[in-house]
């Protein structure tokens, strides 16, 4: 057993309140925000597939390129945001980019009311928000250990990811409903408007935060190593990132085709799509709620190995829809298998933030999210053209097996012999 040292958490801002968190004004704001614009994204994110799949009869290929697009930018921006995040106040970064991701969805309702919606328009949508989300991405995450206490990060975590996954549940069937009743388009048009919710949360935040003096900072490149060695000389954060960057391979090639799948293959409507990601969106919520529970009862090192070894496998069932099971039987069998990543993710995210050093959050995770988010877009492609060649079916069976492969990768770490992750040492 890997002998730590622990450093005694700080209790200053610990909320007194019977309710917890919900009693810390700043974390209701930006649970608020958050999960308005998780309702968004999850709206935004089944209708651009469908406007793809139905209105523009886009090829399983240029889906995958379409999902490519949002994560590219995470190959070439990753490093810069990280290096950037921790020299701005980390609250007005998310502000921004929220207004930013309000004009770009809502640009795409507006070309479809006129008739000059193209995919073209879509991958530059997909590209353009993608870039704004790395610099939205990284500041929320290093954002979040100055709004509430150490000791209380995993309940944060726990009490935002609830609430994306409830938003996740609602949005696919909104989606779906919109675009059956007005068309694809219009579902982008709700994603938008849930952006400038969150932006009012967000500036209504009154926590104050103190960036380092521009007389303390050192040249960008200089900082951005100080990132990356830290993450790759951590035996800890050096294994979440590869299991995330090998789990994420698999997960993107399988989101690739799922829409195909669903409508081509197993010939669902565009609101039975919604139906179907709405009941899968539940296991996200079932994941997120029971993650606390997990890590407290199994220890998190350990719930981390149970999600993702015994939980997530139940993702073969899912390309068996529509041939050998029932299509309902599967989707509770996806359901599961998300559940299962949730909570690992909620685990996972949490130890990041309580065991960076503050002062390099931002680029600590920033290099660690260029590793992992870089597999996105591969995912999305290899999982599109193995798509166009193989069909959506066997794309799905390949890419699940990447997918559980990512358990090797944490087999062979470390945190094979853990019961908890390890503190943040007392001299970070």
């Known amino acids: 057993m890997t002998t730590v040292s622990v450093e005694p958490p700080p209790q200053a801002d610990r909320p007194k309140s019977r309710w917890g968190l919900w009693a810390h004004s700043d974390f209701r704001k930006l649970w608020i925000g958050e999960t308005t614009s998780g309702l968004g994204t999850a709206v935004g994110n089944v209708a651009l597939a469908l406007v793809a799949v139905v209105t523009l009869d886009a090829s399983p290929f240029m889906v995958g390129v379409l999902t490519a697009s949002a994560w590219v930018p995470w ?3 990753g490093l810069l945001a990280g290096a950037w995040v921790d020299r701005w106040p980390r609250l007005k970064v998310m502000l921004v980019c929220d207004l930013l991701l309000l004009a770009l969805f809502g640009s795409v309702p507006v070309a479809g009311w006129f008739d000059a919606l193209t995919m073209a328009h879509l991958i530059a949508v997909a590209l353009l928000a993608g870039s704004v989300k790395v610099f939205f991405s990284t500041a929320y995450g290093a954002a979040l250990p100055s709004l509430v206490a150490r000791p209380d990060l995993l309940e944060a975590n726990v009490k935002l990811r609830s609430g994306e996954s409830a938003a996740e549940i609602a949005g696919p069937g909104v989606a779906g409903l919109l675009s059956q009743a007005f068309g694809a388009a219009s579902g982008l048009l709700a994603d938008a408007v849930t952006y400038l919710v969150s932006a009012l949360c967000v500036a209504t935040i009154e926590t104050e935060e103190k960036p ?5 900072r ?10 990356v060695r830290f993450l790759v000389r951590d035996p800890y954060l050096r294994t979440l990132a590869s299991f995330a960057a090998v789990g ?9 085709v799922q829409t195909v799948f ?3 293959s197993v010939g669902v409507t565009p609101g039975g799509v919604g139906a179907v990601f709405a009941v899968v969106s539940i296991g996200g919520l079932a994941g997120a709620a029971l993650a606390g ?11 981390l190995l149970l999600c993702e070894l015994v939980v997530a496998p139940f993702i073969f069932l899912l390309p068996l829809a529509g041939e050998r099971l029932p299509l309902p039987v599967s989707a509770v069998a996806w359901s599961v298998a998300v559940c299962g990543v949730i909570a690992g993710n909620v685990i996972a995210g949490s130890f990041y933030q309580a065991y960076c050093p503050p002062a390099m959050i ?3 995770r920033a290099s660690a999210s260029t590793v992992n988010f870089s597999a996105i877009p591969l995912g999305a492609l290899l999982g599109g053209w193995l798509g166009e060649v193989l069909g959506a079916r066997t794309t799905i069976w390949i ?21 908890n992750f390890p503190e943040r040492p007392a001299s970070s």
Request: charged share 20%; net charge positive; aromatic share 2%.
């Open 262 to 264: 669903l409508v081509r």
């Open 248 to 256: 994420n391979l698999g997960l993107n090639g399988i989101q690739a």
């Open 212 to 216: 380092p003096p521009a007389s303390e």
């Open 399 to 419: 890419m699940a097996g990447v997918l559980m492969s990512a358990g090797g990768v944490l087999l062979a770490s470390p945190l094979r012999g853990l019961r």
């Open 362 to 364: 931002g680029r600590i």
């Open 75 to 77: 190959l070439f921006l």
């Open 218 to 227: 050192r040249g960008i490149l200089r900082e951005i190593g100080e990132g």
């Open 293 to 303: 529970r997990i890590a407290r009862r199994l220890g998190t090192a350990r719930g």
